[in-house]
């Protein structure tokens, strides 16, 4: 039986914390499998401190250690978001097992109004009475090597072997197929942020990349490496042409995919799947336990996929009618997800998610 940790809490600056403070926060991160993900690495928030100055960390300590970090950036009416704000697909409280904290006192110490997150561990069960719906976030397991992970998905109907001719394929008719896990290209970086903001002008999503920090961070995390932790940067060429990039977050136990695009002139081939399977090849060869794939409904994460890990959605909020409503417009838009009007009724949904974020990146 796990003992029971109660703690205090102190409210700082990120760029204040020691650097007794960032290794121990990496022993607590290693303590716990539920902390696999490099997005509850400190390299992260070290970086993201870096380039935005609204990061704060509330350190919980017992009478003789740090036994957590709960790291955050403040927006304006003192709300809480996750580190990384929107592109976050992991957070919470970073914590060694046994610690325990009543969530509103913990948000009364980082004197916030309301924390909402959308991707909590449920193994996270200090928050369990706040959470409003839990969703999955697919993963693809390398615990046991490459072909391991390829006879599985087969087994299930991926289109892995569909994904393999077409890279034999563009090999023949484009040219030989090089693969870099660790690229140091900075043209292929610039590339990566030109195709990734044509590809959401093309979506109508949000231009990110827009917002100075996020291409600054990028850039950072790519080029910086802190213990284990640093931006992945991949590329990928049919002869001289580059066709697929990725950046994403590593550490020793995960590959998190979360910037893939790719060159819409050889969309044909599939280059960003031939990527991702390059990527899982090396992840795997390099002991990753596993690549995260993110929340979200596309096509590629079904058919990719090994299995899911369960995440929350919810709010600390200690406003009662505030919590009340935002927990109201969560059960509307799982309603117009499920609705035959999902179609009509999308529209407006969607200018509202973007209005939303983009008030968050600012």
């Known amino acids: 039986m796990i003992k029971r940790i109660s703690c205090n809490y102190n409210l700082c600056k990120a760029t204040d914390l020691t650097d007794e403070d960032w290794t121990r926060w990496l022993q607590i991160q290693n303590s716990c499998n539920d902390l696999y993900s490099p997005f509850f690495h400190p390299g992260l928030t070290r970086a993201v401190a870096a380039v ?39 957070h919470g409280v970073i914590s060694l097992p046994g610690v325990h904290f009543e969530p509103e006192e913990l948000i009364r110490a980082a004197g916030l109004r309301a924390w909402y ?21 697919p993963y693809m397991d390398l615990s046991s090597g490459y072909e391991a992970y390829r006879e599985t998905v087969k087994k299930k109907g991926s289109s892995l072997s569909q994904v393999e001719r077409k890279s034999r394929k563009m090999a023949r008719e484009i040219g030989p197929l090089k693969f ?60 001289e042409n580059l066709v697929a990039v990725h950046l994403g977050l590593r550490n020793d136990n995960a590959l998190h995919i979360w910037f893939p695009t ?44 090994t299995d899911d890990l369960s995440i929350a959605e919810g709010a600390i909020d200690l406003r009662p009618i505030s919590s009340q409503l935002r927990q109201g417009w969560f059960k ?31």
């Open 52 to 90: 935005r100055d609204d990061v704060e960390v509330v350190v919980l300590r017992n009478d003789k250690e740090t036994v957590g970090y709960f790291p955050f950036q403040r927006c304006p009416g003192n709300m809480a978001q996750a580190v990384t704000g929107r592109l976050s697909e992991y």
């Open 117 to 137: 997150y959308d991707h909590l561990p449920v193994s996270q069960h200090q928050f369990e009475q706040h959470i409003w719906g839990k969703t999955d976030s």
């Open 180 to 239: 870099e896990f660790h690229s140091t290209d900075e043209n292929a970086f610039q590339s990566l942020i030109e195709w990734k903001s044509k590809q959401h002008q093309r979506t109508g999503v949000l231009q990110i990349m827009k917002v100075e920090w996020v291409p600054s961070l990028l850039n950072l995390l790519r080029q910086n490496q802190f213990h284990d932790f640093k931006g992945q940067f991949s590329t990928l060429y049919a002869g």
């Open 262 to 305: 790719y060159n819409l002139q050889y969309e044909k081939y599939s280059p960003g799947l031939i990527l991702l399977l390059e990527m899982a090849k090396q992840a795997a060869a390099e002991n990753l336990k596993r690549i995260d794939l993110g929340r979200g409904e596309e096509r590629y994460k079904a058919n990719f996929k």
């Open 332 to 362: 509307t838009k799982r309603w117009i997800r499920t609705s035959p009007y999902r179609k009509q009724l999308e529209l407006p949904l969607n200018a509202c998610r973007k209005l939303r974020q983009w008030k968050a990146f600012r």
